[in-house]
């Protein structure tokens, strides 16, 4: 069975830093994809970044290039996100899951955990 615990939201200023953390299990983490989206409520849950299965290939949605690092641990089924110079419009839950190739997640969603940026 999948599981995929999120970790490490909270709330935080504008301009701060935050690090989330992801532990998957159910699956053979290292062969996949890994990433991070995320959802506002009333609106759909959108791609945030995505990591190759060592770790050498990362790629961002523009709204966060520059600012947020994905990351990860195949020895500890552990993927990250250090989110910096946050801003009030990254105010949403954050998931991790596999992703695919269209950049959709691959499994079913885990909880998330709430980032909240305030002005």
């Known amino acids: 069975q999948v599981q995929l615990v999120e970790s490490g939201g909270g709330l935080v200023q504008a301009g701060g830093s935050l690090r989330l953390s992801c532990v998957a299990s159910?699956?053979?983490?290292?062969?996949?994809?890994m990433g991070w989206f995320r959802q506002v409520p009333g609106k759909e849950r959108e791609f945030v970044a995505r990591?190759?299965?060592?770790?050498?290939?990362?790629y961002y949605a523009d709204s966060v290039k520059g600012r947020f690092t994905i990351s990860r641990d195949n020895a500890k089924n552990t993927v990250y996100l250090q989110m910096s110079s946050l801003k009030p419009e990254d105010t949403a839950v954050y998931y991790c899951?596999?992703?695919?190739?269209?950049?959709?997640?691959?499994?079913?969603w885990g909880q998330g955990t709430q980032v909240t940026v305030s002005s």
């Open positions: 159910g699956f053979t983490f290292s062969r996949y994809f």
């Open positions: 990591i190759s299965w060592g770790g050498v290939s990362t």
């Open positions: 899951n596999a992703v695919k190739e269209n950049y959709s997640g691959t499994f079913a």
